[in-house]
């Protein structure tokens, strides 16, 4: 029996695949403009050094993930009309890892990158210095 994630993910046209995480999602790098575009809030959880290395996505906000209750007090106001949350850093794994931290902490869909800057950055999406 094929897996719901191994569907969605074959069929490079849906945006997003299920994670493991109940409410927790994956995005493919082609879909983060099109989140973003529709009211989703991209927060990129990498560290300044990492963000001055390859730049970030115009109109991210830049907040490091060190951990959930901090996270929430720098990010919370900014979600508190339901708009999805969209996680990105370097290679995917920290923004899966802060979503499933988060996922049963705050009421918003959660959405990490899969493959981070990295793969944003090979799939030609353009970034911008940090300010």
Excluded: H, K
């Amino acid at each position: 029996m094929l897996t719901r994630r191994f569907l969605i993910s074959s069929l490079a046209l849906l945006p997003l695949a299920a994670t493991a995480q109940a409410g927790a999602y994956e995005a493919q790098p082609l879909s983060v403009a099109e989140m973003q575009a529709g009211g989703g809030l991209i927060v990129d959880i990498r560290t300044p050094e990492e963000w001055a290395e390859t730049g970030v996505i115009a109109g991210a906000r830049l907040v490091t993930f060190e951990g959930a209750q901090g996270f929430i007090a720098a990010v919370g106001p900014d979600l508190a009309d339901g708009r999805d949350l969209i996680l990105v850093c370097r290679s995917g794994r920290r923004s899966a890892a802060a979503a499933e931290a988060l996922q049963t902490m705050i009421p918003n869909r959660i959405i990490s990158v899969e493959g981070g800057m990295a793969r944003l950055i090979d799939a030609g999406y353009r970034t911008v210095q940090p300010q």
